[in-house]
């Protein structure tokens, strides 16, 4: 019976379909645009490396000595002097291992990447707590960005701007982007119903409730949202290493290749302790937006 | 004029509002409408609430008060009817105009407070003014003037967060006042208060009215404190189901709702001497004790035990009117006494 059944659908279902199109699609549409849109892609390419370069030799200017103090200071000014401690250890022991100039690119490209996508995540998760449609729209979206594989748009990334930096921060932007639209929309949500109807009812406009009121009151989500995206992107710098992208992401990507042990430890290690730099420095900031204050205090 | 009206106004929510509307127009019960799937809230709400009255909007959970409170400033729009506030009809208003209206003759004190969390007192209290674009020094200074006036004076750096349920609910006051608005909505402005404290920022709010003659629509579920504060009170269930003062209702409660809730009220902090009192037992009276003809029975205890003679109830020219006796005074007491019939007797005696 099932057997029969197999049979009669490949007969009659299957074999008669032409082969399944989309990829094709996919794959004709990037075509398009890169012969169509290539000024477009050419300006995006320009304006992506001029900045991420710039902050790049702008890393590498000060000797790394120097820059070991000045993230232990920025740590110990947005959390503590402990994390002072920590993170002027840690980048201590990263200058000391041969990639202190890739792991100054990799934190460019993340830096590059999270404000770009901060940029557009704020607005975009404003637009879906504002609006249902924007919001219904938005999310399987989100979730799309979020599965899809990294290699698979990777792929037509590459091809739209070839083997370099651009396709790797694009991707990371891809890729980092949906918490930050997610937990904005979160966050602007969970804002007290009753607040918000004071600021109505004592005759704010719309705009007023929203950026006095709205947002000062969902930031720690939103910067929770943000510490997310900086994770994500510098998990994404591995992916990125292997389109050129630069930084320790080459590094590990080279030293899989060839199985070099001692040179994919080394270039792990400076990517733990960036980590710690960023997800504690986004912490001590989160811990100090007003209402994260206020309800520190209050214990 | 009036300071607020309200005119056959209907609040339904869910698709298919106005067909319910008419439905409840030809005098269909709310819970009878054919379409199950909208909510009447507020069903056909007629009133004029005069400049400087407290206006007591009592009624259950569901009742629809807080639905109609909210369309008294705009925040919520009536399925039908209309609304006045000072002359103005609010559905006639763009949403411009209805922020201005808010801004200038409507504030609000809302249940849980609705305070910014990382704004001093002082700030928050500044809210409305700061909303106006009022110049900043003179923003300070009102607010200032306003956190003392509510009682909280020293306490205007301190964040909500640091102060107890009664202090913020005092700002949340300070903030309506300091709006300087001629209408004050309060939406259960003392519900999630301590029974004490309670009282306290009801006898505060009455006091503050003495000076400040603002028009309060208060939002209640507790026949007690409507009893207590209001000048005028409306018991809501969905339709108003009784609209009279204090008196008027515990003395004649419209219907079984309405006497369920007048069950348990302190009848003696409501009920006056003119209202308890007997006609004359037809002897000289000239010698007796006189009272106040609006002195709570609560007041006359000591008085009336002290006394051998029946206690003369005068009026503000000092013109007696009746008498009153213990007996009326436990009379007045029981609930039982509610009923009409029962209230007729004295003057039939």
Redesign the interface.
């Known amino acids: 019976m099932i057997e029969y059944l197999r049979d009669w659908f490949w007969t009659y279902i299957w074999k008669p379909l032409p082969d399944m199109p989309f990829g094709d699609w996919m794959d004709s549409l990037i075509r398009w645009l890169r012969t169509e849109w290539s000024a477009l892609f050419s300006g995006i390419e320009v304006f992506l490396e001029t900045i991420y370069f710039g902050l790049a030799d702008a890393l590498l200017w000060l000797p790394s000595g120097l820059m070991i103090l000045l993230f232990a200071g920025i740590a110990w000014a947005a959390k503590s002097w402990k994390l002072g401690l920590v993170v002027g250890v840690g980048m201590f022991i990263v200058g000391w291992t041969p990639y202190w100039e890739a792991t100054m690119e990799t934190l460019a490209m993340v830096v590059v990447s999270a404000l770009i996508a901060t940029a557009l995540a704020i607005p975009i998760g404003i637009l879906a707590s504002e609006n249902r449609i924007a919001s219904t729209v938005t999310r399987p979206v989100l979730d799309f960005m979020q599965t899809l594989p990294a290699f698979v748009y990777l792929l037509p990334v590459v091809m739209l701007f070839g083997i370099g930096e651009t396709p790797g921060i694009i991707a990371t932007i891809v890729f980092c982007m949906p918490p930050g639209v997610r937990l904005t929309e979160l966050g602007l949500r969970q804002v007290?119903r009753?607040?918000v109807?004071?600021?109505?009812?004592?005759?704010?406009?719309p705009a007023?409730i929203l950026l006095r009121?709205k947002m000062?009151?969902a930031l720690p989500t939103i910067m929770a949202g943000l510490n997310q995206v900086i994770m994500l992107a510098l998990s994404m710098v591995v992916i990125a290493g292997m389109v050129g992208g630069g930084g320790l992401g080459s590094q590990i990507v080279s030293a899989l290749g060839r199985v070099e042990i001692a040179q994919g430890f080394n270039a792990g290690i400076a990517v733990v302790f960036l980590a710690i730099f960023l997800d504690r420095v986004m912490q001590g900031l989160a811990d100090r937006?007003?209402?994260a204050?206020?309800?520190a205090?209050?214990r | 004029m009036s300071a607020l009206a309200v005119d056959s106004l209907y609040k339904v929510f869910g698709k298919g509002a106005h067909q319910a509307v008419a439905e409840l127009k030809s005098g269909v019960p709310r819970e009878e409408l054919t379409n199950k799937k909208v909510t009447a809230a507020v069903i056909d709400h007629n009133f004029e609430i005069a400049s400087g009255e407290i206006f007591v909007v009592m009624g259950l959970s569901g009742s629809g008060k807080s639905t109609l409170i909210r369309m008294l400033n705009g925040l919520v729009e009536p399925t039908a009817g209309s609304i006045w506030v000072d002359g103005v009809e609010l559905g006639g208003l763009s949403n411009k105009g209805i922020r201005e209206l808010r801004r200038d003759k409507v504030s609000m004190v809302f249940q849980h407070f609705a305070l910014l969390p990382h704004r001093t007192v002082l700030e928050n209290v500044a809210l409305g003014l700061e909303i106006k674009k009022t110049p900043s020094a003179e923003r300070a200074a009102k607010a200032l003037e306003t956190v003392e006036m509510v009682g909280l004076g020293g306490q205007e750096d301190k964040l909500p967060s640091q102060l107890s349920g009664g202090m913020r609910q005092r700002v949340g006051l300070a903030r309506a006042l300091a709006a300087d608005t001629e209408i004050l909505l309060m939406d259960e402005a003392f519900s999630a208060l301590d029974p004490l404290i309670r009282q306290e920022m009801q006898d505060q709010l009455l006091e503050l009215q003495k000076t400040l003659r603002k028009t309060i629509v208060f939002i209640t579920h507790d026949l007690n404190e409507a009893m207590r504060i209001g000048d005028r009170i409306a018991i809501c269930d969905g339709r108003i189901v009784q609209l009279g003062t204090a008196e008027d209702i515990l003395m004649h409660p419209a219907n079984d709702y309405v006497s369920e809730f007048t069950a348990d009220v302190d009848r003696s902090r409501v009920l006056t001497a003119e209202a308890v009192m007997e006609p004359f037992p037809g002897t000289d009276t000239s010698d007796f004790e006189k009272v106040e003809s609006d002195t709570l029975v609560s007041e006359l205890y000591e008085q009336v035990l002290s006394s051998e003679d029946p206690l003369v109830v005068v009026d503000e020219s000092s013109d007696p009117l009746g008498v009153v006796t213990p007996r009326a005074i436990i009379k007045s007491l029981a609930p039982e006494n509610d009923s009409p019939e029962a209230d007729q007797e004295p003057q039939q005696a």
């Open positions: 007290d009753e607040v109807e004071a600021g109505q009812a004592f005759g704010a406009s007023r009121i000062p009151l937006t007003p209402v204050r206020a309800a205090m209050a």
